[in-house]
């Protein structure tokens, strides 16, 4: 692949793999094949059945019915509206979700990098929500939180003049972004803080000792330093998140009418509700092919976290 | 310092202010930090007063914070959740297993000892945690039920590994990164063969790398609802489908709901709370020591 | 030496683990075999819908009394909301799965399935032969709904229509009287008055988008207001004028007098919201009435009832029932009649009846229940306009124009499975807000006419 020239240096332990005998080489070989090909088995050769039924029409409410469709499910799935929104929905979603819970992470971290008085408990909170079940936190939010007759978050929001609001209703999609960014935005901190502690103190004394302001010390020196985290920290919460589920599915159930319905939840209701399995395998194909394309440019950034996990 | 008389002395020495000025910072950081903390934590917290609610006052306006707690919930909860909760168990503790015997050999083939191709190899399994599983879904449940693996708890075993097999390659290989090379090389100066290289110099090293790793499995795996919703029914159907069911078609269920949420959320909390220097370790891949 | 060995036991690891998981595979369970439909042992796994009824009443039953009496059966239970369901169920018997030996389904399903064989027929394999099961005590809208080709292909557990339910107290505060056959317009008016913002909703209604959730009230409301889904000539007629005005009739009246965040709103929520004496009307399943018995005594004292309103029909109640049918190909099927057969009997009601009280029987099954004083008193409130609901329904003829399918509150083609989600949602959206009326009939008829006329009437 193109992108792996810029990974330049071998693993650190300098057991370099050019000039080993043959024999060497299968032995080296061997320790990798039992993950390689539980990879390849379990992954692959799903996503083959896929593209063999993405050229059938198959209807599972249908009986005795599958048969040789051509590409009728691609152009059905190129002209479906409802497809070409789901698959916007998850990008805009995931892209605010990471964006926001990344903001948010940096300004925690910096939080938690102060010392005060019951710093460890605090970040105990806050990473709270990173572990409760996703399908807990969708079914708390949904009810006890939010739900217009009896929620929470109504009855604290009452003093800033918020009457009964039905989030779930008027505002479903910043709902279930709010829900998606309250559960990651722990884990962007603690990898934004584990960046901010990895930063060397005398480099920071050195420019208080100069009279560097705080915020100039933050942005030449911090910010930069953190940068490869703050990468890190963005690409693996998108590749969770563009395929979040739970919260759609429990909160909304991608309405109401479709306006929070996401592709893994658009593919869901294709399987299991109109049982069109060749068109859900088309679009499953579609959505394959553009992550593809997505991914290289992500794999780019990972090449580059090497080169500093290395250096 | 210059002599100051009594007229023009401030009202505090130098030292003095920038030491108030360091506690009044303080004070700010802590009010500010427990304020955010609780933020957080508050629909954590409801989810728990909640769950001792009877149901009469759970669903009631204004919310009610002073009621009489009970257990009576949680014992429903109790009783009902026994199968879930031990597939839930046999999934997450399985695949964890699988996972680490397939990924240790592996993240030694590609850091210590590493393949030709090992940047091949690496950016391979990155790749399979993009492709989302959510395409293969209706594929996915023909295979099974063609492989009579339907509603078993063996498959989610298996789709479990697969689903956390890549981040724990990652994970342990830049664990592996670390062993200091000058101890490998030690090793190998005195005649040592792999496996004494890998029990005596690796695994002590990496043994906490281990923890951190297995504890982000587990989180994974028993959290897990899409697969699990969609492949099984009744004998392999886990915590995350407990919930879901707890949403019943008519009557109050608010209470129920929380205990059975606070019920399905409390292992991986908890250990997740005593485990957090790991779980710090684990989420940065170890790429930052 | 050490690295052939140490490579012979990673070989071996791996081949173990193949091996176990091989092994495992080839011997959990997942496939069946049709097994003797005679048998008095096994394990019965039911599908059924998360509902007082059946969560309150038929499991604990179950466990207490059917797997005492019989020691040879475990009964294991799938709850799901009905449109979990419904998806559910379909999934597991169209794929021949076999998951469930028991399947809790409806009008919608039974003749659906029956056609393409993947029901038993309960007529010929087991009821013929057990005149203790007596079903011609079976209340003939009920029973016919649930057969195909004059055989019934699943037992009724309780039927329903429709009805409009109002808060006495509530209504006289405001100054209006309810007519035992109110109009549409009768009840508009009467929400305008009792509704309080903020406080008491006119009316509850139906939004959460689903066919068996607002479908299920919109559909009688576009057939009473003389509309339907497809003419003679099975073209869409969702933009027609009568649906035109039937919905814009209840979106608006949702939105006027309704409770608030009705769009995700069903049966669930309405019962709570009615029962804390939020809503002045409801107009919901017929079944309810059970529940607000049991579950809000106080505001049960203050309730009325009414039959379903109407515009241009003289009745215009839903039909419909949760029956268990066995699914054709899955194992013990002898002990899933056994089970199924205990669970819709008359034995069954006196049970619940010495439990629970004779009002908390499930309604709208045998006729044998409404000629039974115990209940008839118990449940006097309701009792005989719940059976006068029942009776007055037509799923042959549901519309105000002849139409050429079968339903009242649906519309018995398999394509409708997901229609009447799409619909649904379309409407849920209209009600929320994020859409208009007429964009959502635009959306829906093209939904509608996605299918041809030969696709749509081929299934029937």
């Known amino acids: 692949m193109a992108v792996l020239e810029d990974v330049t240096s071998p693993p650190a332990t300098g057991l370099r793999p050019r000039g080993v005998s043959r024999r060497e080489r299968w032995q080296r070989r061997l320790p990798l094949l039992p993950a390689l090909i539980y990879t390849i088995v379990v992954t692959q050769v799903p996503f083959l059945v896929t593209l063999w039924y993405s050229f059938q029409s198959y209807f599972w409410n249908e ?249 | 310092m210059t002599a100051i008389t009594a007229a023009d002395a401030p009202a505090r020495t130098p030292r003095q202010s920038r030491r108030a000025r360091e506690l009044s910072g303080q004070v700010g950081w802590t009010v500010l930090g427990w304020v955010v903390g609780i933020a957080f934590f508050i629909p954590v917290l409801w989810m728990v007063i909640t769950a001792f609610k009877p149901e009469s006052a759970a669903e009631t306006w204004p919310p009610q914070f002073t009621f009489s707690p009970t257990l009576s919930e949680f014992r429903l909860v109790w009783g009902g959740m026994g199968p879930f909760i031990e597939h839930s168990a046999i999934a997450t503790a399985g695949s964890t297993v699988l996972v680490l015997v397939l990924a240790l050999p592996a993240a030694y083939a590609l850091s210590i000892r590493p393949v030709g191709k090992w940047r091949d190899s690496l950016f391979f399994f990155i790749s399979t945690k993009m492709l989302p599983v959510v395409a293969a879904i209706g594929p996915l449940y023909v295979i099974a039920l063609k492989s009579h693996l339907l509603d078993s708890i063996w498959l989610l075993i298996i789709l479990y590994a697969a689903m956390n097999l890549p981040l724990a390659i990652w994970m342990i290989r830049s664990f592996m990164l670390e062993v200091p090379g000058e101890m490998l090389e030690a090793a190998r100066l005195d005649g040592a063969g792999r496996i004494r290289e890998i029990v005596e110099v690796i695994m002590p090293v990496v043994t906490p790398g281990l923890v951190s790793t297995a504890l982000i499995c587990v989180i994974f795996a028993w959290n897990e609802l899409f697969l699990a919703l969609n492949l099984t029914v009744t004998n392999a159907a886990t915590m995350p489908m407990f919930l879901i069911s707890s949403v019943p078609q008519e009557g109050l269920y608010i209470a129920h709901l929380s205990a059975a949420a606070t019920v399905a959320s409390v292992p991986v909390i908890i250990v997740g709370w005593i485990a957090q220097r790991s779980l710090v370790r684990g989420l940065s891949m170890g790429a930052i020591k | 030496m050490s690295s052939s060995r140490f490579r012979k036991r990673k070989l071996a690891v791996a081949g173990c683990v193949a091996a176990v998981v091989m092994t495992a595979a080839a011997c959990s369970s997942g496939g069946t075999t049709a097994s003797n439909a005679n048998s008095n042992t096994g394990t019965v796994t039911v599908a059924v819908v998360s509902n007082p009824l059946i969560t309150g009443q038929m499991i604990p039953l179950t466990q207490s009394v059917f797997e005492k009496e019989n020691p040879g059966i475990t009964v294991k239970f799938a709850t799901y909301t009905e449109g979990d369901l419904r998806a559910a169920i379909e999934k597991d018997v169209s794929t021949h799965s076999n998951s469930f030996n028991v399947v809790m389904i409806g009008p919608y399903e039974a003749p659906l399935f029956a056609k393409n064989g993947w029901l038993v027929d309960l007529t010929k394999q087991y009821v013929a032969s057990d005149p203790s099961y007596d079903a011609s005590d079976l209340l003939p809208p009920v029973a016919k709904a649930l057969s195909y080709n004059g055989d019934l292909y699943a037992a009724p557990f309780y039927g329903e229509s429709s009805m409009l339910y109002y808060n006495k107290t509530l209504l006289a505060k405001a100054g209006v009287t309810m007519p035992a056959h109110p109009t549409w317009t009768q009840v508009a008016a009467a929400a305008a008055k009792a509704n309080q913002p903020g406080k008491v909703a006119g009316i509850c209604l139906r939004g959460l988008a689903g066919w068996g959730d607002n479908m299920a009230a919109l559909d009688t409301v576009i057939n009473t207001f003389g509309g339907e889904w497809y003419n003679q000539s099975w073209q869409a007629q969702l933009t027609s004028p009568a649906v035109t005005q039937a919905v814009n009739f209840y979106v608006n009246l949702v939105k006027s007098y309704g409770e608030p965040g009705a769009s995700n709103d069903s049966f669930n929520q309405l019962l709570t919201l009615y029962g804390q004496g939020k809503c002045a009307m409801w107009y919901d399943a017929t079944v309810a009435a059970t529940s607000i018995a049991s579950e809000f005594p106080a505001v049960y004292a203050q309730t009325g009832y009414a039959f379903a309103p109407t515009d241009k029909t003289s009745s215009s109640g839903w039909l419909w029932s949760w029956a268990l049918g066995i699914p054709q190909g899955v194992s013990d099927q002898g002990a899933a009649w056994k089970f199924l057969s205990w669970a819709t009997s008359k034995q069954y009601d006196t049970l619940v009846a010495q439990k629970y009280g004779w009002s908390a029987v499930p309604p709208g099954t045998r006729t044998s229940l409404y000629s039974n004083p115990d209940y008839t008193t118990a449940a006097s409130a309701f009792a005989g306009i719940t059976l006068q609901s029942i009776d007055s329904t037509d799923p042959d003829h549901p519309t105000v124009n002849p139409v050429p399918y079968v339903g009242i509150q649906y519309v018995d083609i398999p394509q409708f499975e997901t229609l009447g989600l799409t619909v649904g949602q379309q409407i849920a959206g209209a009600i929320a807000g994020t859409e208009s009326v007429s964009q959502a009939l635009q959306a829906a008829q093209s939904a509608a006419s996605a299918y041809t006329p030969q696709e749509l009437s081929g299934s029937n």
């Open chain 1, 63 to 311: 009986p005795g019915s599958a048969h040789w469709a051509g590409v009728s499910n691609y152009k059905e799935v190129f002209t479906d509206p409802n497809f070409r929104s789901a698959l916007v929905r998850s990008v805009t979603m995931t892209a605010i979700a990471v964006i926001v819970a990344m903001f948010l992470g940096v300004l925690l971290a910096i939080l938690l990098d102060r010392k005060f008085y019951g710093r460890g408990v605090v970040r105990t909170l806050i990473i709270t929500p990173f572990l409760v079940m996703p399908a807990a936190a969708a079914l708390i939010w949904s009810g006890p939180m939010l739900d217009p007759s009896f929620g929470l978050l109504n009855w604290l929001l009452q003093p800033f003049g918020v009457h009964h609001v039905a989030w779930l209703t008027t505002h479903a999609y910043g709902s279930v972004i709010v829900v998606m960014i309250w559960q990651w935005t722990p884990f962007m901190t603690l990898i934004v803080l584990a960046g901010l502690q990895g930063q060397a103190q005398d480099i920071l004394e050195a420019a208080k000792v100069d009279g560097a302001s705080a915020w100039a010390t933050f942005r030449e020196l911090t910010l930069p330093h953190l940068r490869p985290y703050i990468e890190l920290g963005i690409l693996l919460g998108s590749i969770y998140l563009v395929t979040a589920f739970d919260q759609v599915r429990l909160m909304t159930n991608g309405g109401p009418g479709t306006s929070t319905t996401t592709l893994p939840f658009y593919l869901y209701q294709k399987v299991n509700f109109a049982f069109d399995i060749g068109g859900a395998a088309a679009a499953g194909v579609v959505t394959v092919i553009l992550t593809i394309i997505v991914a290289s440019f992500a794999l780019r950034m990972f090449a580059r976290v090497f080169q500093f996990e290395d250096a």
